[in-house]
């Protein structure tokens, strides 16, 4: 049993993680527990993210460019792959279309104007919500937003029938995805604890949690009634969406907090 825990997480830092991956080893057998592990592949993820934070302060780089480091890292680090699915799922839903020219855009290899601008307000998004955030983001939080969003994104998958062509088609029969489900529950539990236990600020964690679960129902909710079932690219939509939600409802917090103290003196 170790040995398959072991595989099925380096199944998921080599699927998910452009960081080279130290065991290399495929059982195709294991593509669900593969899934299970997201919420530590979102550990690792946010273990560099927060390493690169605590760099750019140290070294005390301006606030513009330490805000766009900050947005390529995350978005690098696997590879720019759940931003593709953020691009496919935009063309598709955008385009309303019936279901089935729906479904044939998003497995389209072209991009579309609807990926690109959706892309283009995305990365604007982002960087405004980052650069306003950056000063008063925690350690924790940075950990927690890549750990959050991949729970959400691994669950979805596990929980919804794909659709048709989708990579998942044919592990949806397979028994055991209520442990795979509870396996992700308690990575998360155990991340969320981790972070409160060193000193993790509680409102940003709060928040956060609430934030990206309900972006992850919404945009999940939507795409797959839109697309007419699950698939790779909507968890990675669903996984930027939960991302670019936690940092836009940090900045609020950050403003809010400005606001406040301007008004108490």
């Not at 983001?137 to 750990?147: A, E, H």
């Not at 836009?248 to 400005?258: E, F, I, K, N, P």
Request: net charge neutral; hydrophobic share 55%; aromatic share 10%.
């Amino acid at each position: 049993m170790m040995n398959k825990l072991i595989t099925g997480f380096f199944m998921a830092w080599g699927n998910f993680l452009t960081l080279p991956c130290p065991y290399k080893k495929w059982n195709n057998d294991l593509k669900d527990m593969m899934l299970s592990f997201l919420p530590s592949v979102g550990a690792v993820a946010g273990m560099v993210w927060m390493m690169l934070l605590w760099i750019l302060r140290l070294a005390a780089i301006p606030v513009p460019l330490s805000a766009f480091l900050m947005m390529l890292c995350i978005f690098g680090i696997c590879g720019f792959m759940h931003l593709d699915g953020f691009m496919d799922c935009a063309d598709a839903i955008l385009s309303r279309r019936p279901l089935e020219e729906r479904q044939r855009i998003l497995k389209d290899s072209n991009v579309g104007a609807f990926a690109v601008a959706a892309a283009i307000f995305l990365m604007i998004g982002w960087y405004a919500s980052m650069s306003s955030a950056y000063e008063t983001l925690s350690y924790g939080v940075i950990f927690l937003i890549p750990v959050m969003s991949r729970t959400w994104g691994g669950m979805f998958v596990l929980s919804f029938k794909p659709i048709g062509h989708s990579q998942y088609a044919s592990d949806y029969e397979r028994p055991g995805r209520g442990k795979n489900r509870a396996a992700l529950i308690i990575e998360a539990v155990i991340y969320i604890l981790f972070v409160m236990a060193v000193g993790g600020d509680p409102m940003q964690v709060i928040v956060t949690i609430l934030v990206e679960t309900a972006a992850a129902l919404i945009a999940g909710g939507c795409a797959i009634k839109q697309l007419g079932g699950m698939s790779g690219d909507i968890a990675g939509h669903i996984i930027c969406w939960c991302e670019a939600a936690a940092v836009a409802a940090l900045a609020v917090m950050a403003s809010t907090a400005s606001t406040v103290g301007i008004i108490s003196i």
